[in-house]
């Protein structure tokens, strides 16, 4: 035993002993701003004594493919004593990646922002099982997944097996979306996961270092220190600010000969940039980015991406346009990757774009598979399509027509099941669900029929949108699915759900609601943007506290928490490093 | 300005301020210990009233190949005032290479020991220019180095480009031997530079995930869990040890199910491991080795390696052993660069195996070009060559005897020039060196003739022994030549070296004089072994926080040691993290 084993077991321990809380109350402060779905309500309710009777039976397989957010989301909430899980990833760690732009640049070191799977597994009852490897693909008919371990070294064993499953949690995130432009693959860099970041960081040296080279023009010298970012959504934004930040405040001073031949810009295809925020925000980082000598090119669409150039055609002028660059980062869109496809097409979802599941998070068309995160969308039912059957469940006297009184009844259970009713109220800024049912002049009316009730509702649907490719929604649907799967037993006798229009009986769960807590978009010189719940827009430097207490406090692991605060504190200290390693 | 650029400044800085070292005085708490030669004294004396006055005519190119040990403490202690001072070096920065085996399981982080030198050259006054690029060739005739630049992305501009000089500095260290043992080059890993601790990182979590695949028989989980460490040498049992303490303390835990099957060996083909220490340490470490179940194969010669066997010839028996291994690790010789087997040849040393300076560390038959590190050695002159003219200068009367009284008064001059001289009389156990004067019977003699001074001095020049391939020899050599060139001007007028025995006058400079200040041993488990000045030998607990504080006070900025520190305590608090990244 090491004279520190007492330190490390306190640290190692799942519960905070008062010496840790003690040691790390500063780091946490930020701990009281709930980021995502808080999972604490989720573990109590668990283990229940309808849970301890079926344990007798044979324990169900959930075979869980991915470890991003939404996997380790769904790992770290489900009680697995009632499950047999087992997890297939080709990356056997959960990466933080709202980090993964300042691990561009060295604000933060990758390892910092990773915990290993088997670490987030290992601190909970039961057992799990993980292996590093890639899912091949799905058989849906058969319940199996052929899967194959990464590891190209030279070890002995066969790297393909197979697993079979009771039910499938699908989590395996998008892969880049190019557009199918040319050459981005071959020469552009992609900020996905954590190898990227560290090949970006190394690429931004070696421009640097070819840049001071003897014997080079200063139209070449130019050349390698143009730094070209294609997207200006969040990830693009900040990673040109981390940019920015570490070439003005670290690398000027170590390469003083070239400081003044640096330049950065951002192309956009539409009008804004972060046009996903509120305006103000999309204006303050247009300012922002102004005032720092950051080029935004928007309205500008790329064509192709060849060693040297990236040709790009200006919507307003309809003119091509080539500019030479050092290095691209291509940060826009997300696509489905071919594993997904595939099953797609063995279940009839062939003809779509990304693969679709119902409110409830399962596959559509598809038993007991489940799928989460960026690998999926959320098929929201359209309450216009079941506006008959609402109506006729809602007609308790089969009148023809619909009373306020008769209304209200159903309204609780529609506007579960269909989210976009509350929406609508919201952005229409009524107040009570029987404005609905006002007539055309505003007047409260006593009944409608069917065609009234129609119109009523027709504008409804149009609040409906597409969740966004978040770490945010990600963890949330984990969350939710964990919770589904504990109470699974216990809610089939007793169901939770809405009731269900078409037929009898209710659903036997409520149906995945996100819930938007807010977003950050970071502007370099400790300057943040933020959208924050109840349409708040904050900016400016508190706004970059607020950012580094909220991701502090999100952090996986009291590991990584110390980790990251630890690089923060040193970044301010001592710089960022440029070492080519 | 950032709300912590105070902070930043007072860091950055390279004087401390009060702040500062209360904030780190903790840490610098090993500092008091002297590991390698302290560079204080050299600063002081470099800004010489002779060195202003050299100033206005045109300085002297310095050109320096390597940021190693040696290069790197050359350019710390170089007053680059008075030199135009180039440096080239394919990698950036600095590297702590003694920690090499720590970054192996992440006990400490690949950045924490690198430190960029850059930041190491703008720390001080004058001008210095540094390229990263690889030396191709060194045309002595024409004094010009061709260089190239080891950037393989697409960025502009010729890669290749040529330096003159004055004076070229050598310091670009030695490659891995393998004894042109088949497979080697192709199947081993190395510990040389810190690339290579980040591969067997993560190849060892390579071989644990492969091992847990299912489907595999428990012999081919063996194989891939055993570690075979060829050569047992310093840095292979303190790589053993490591991986000992990495699989036993952390990836048990994660891989419970194969903890069983993983086994270490270490290859030796002397009948010792660590002979280069005290046997004492030597035994202590293999006791330790076999305590914690690390296979020691002395005495066992490797054949060739392949994919997944090695073969070995066991000295004692003659008989050829194939065992089957997961990863093995290299660590045994040093050999020479392709590029400084060519500039020997240029200079006529093309029958060496290693490039031999003088012990002024000035390249043999070559003005001007100085080699220093694993890249030279120094070929100390043997006293039985000069002994006649030591003889002549010494006996002024020229009676042809020599007397005590004529003795003593050459006798410093040749202790300088001849350092083997004192190591005999140590060894000797000799307190005065007249007793080098006594007859065979123990008894003084008024006076010796010719032959009786060469029988004195017979056996000295067999204590001459080549320095060892340290970080240690190569950082007081740079540290030592730094010095000469600081005085290069004031030593022409007043020479401070030894008197020159075969000719007039003295030495410019006295010799290089390696002193050795001990060398430590980690052996996993918070044991070390020490070798300290004085025939000191050192073991356990102890002994290892003599090392974290010896290892913490050298590290070559504040920024490091803070980084190094923080690693140590993070590997107690929260263990080393399994990340493959």
Redesign the interface.
Known sequence: M???SY??R???GQHLSSPKLLALCSISSGGLIAYADSPSDVVGESKTSVNNQIETKRRKRVLVLGTGWAGTSFLKDLDISTYDVQVISP???FAFTPLLPSVTC?TV???SI???I??II?KRDGEIKY???ECLKVDHESKKVLCR?N?D???????E?S?EYDYLVIAIGAQVNTFNTPGVLE?CHFLKE??DA?RIRR?V???F?????????DE??K??LHFVIVGGGPTGVEFAAELHDFVHEDLV???PSVKDLVSISVIQSGDHILNTFDERISSFAEEKFQRDAIQVLTGHRVLSVS??MIDMKAKSTGQNVSI?H?MVVWSTGVGTRPVVKDFMEQIGQGYRRILATDEWLRVKGCDDVYALGDCATVDQRKIMEDISTIFEAADKDNSGTLTVEEFKEVIEDIIIRYPQVELYLKNRHLFDVTDLLKDVNGKDREEVDIEGFKLALSNVDKQMKSLPATAQVAAQQGAYLAKCFNKREKCKIEPEGPRKFGSDGRHDFRPFQYRHLGQFAPLG??QTAAELPGDWVSMG?STQWLWYSIYASKQVS??TR??VV?DWS?R????R?????
């Not at 070294?153 to 790297?159: A, H, K, R, Y």
């Not at 490093?577 to 390693?581: A, E, T």
């Open positions: 090491t004279n520190f330190f490390k306190i640290f190692h990356r056997n760690y060295g070191d990758a390892r990773v915990e290993p088997r670490n290992k292996w590093e490897a371990s590891i070294s030279n070890l002995v064993g066969s790297n097996f697993l020469h954590v190898e560290q690429t040296i070696d421009c270092e070819k840049a001071v080279i003897p014997g080079l023009t070449e010298r050349t390698n001073n170590l390469y060693e040297r030479p050092g010189g400790e430097r009291w590991r110390f980790l630890g040193r301010f200290m001592f710089g490093d440029s070492s080519r390693i």
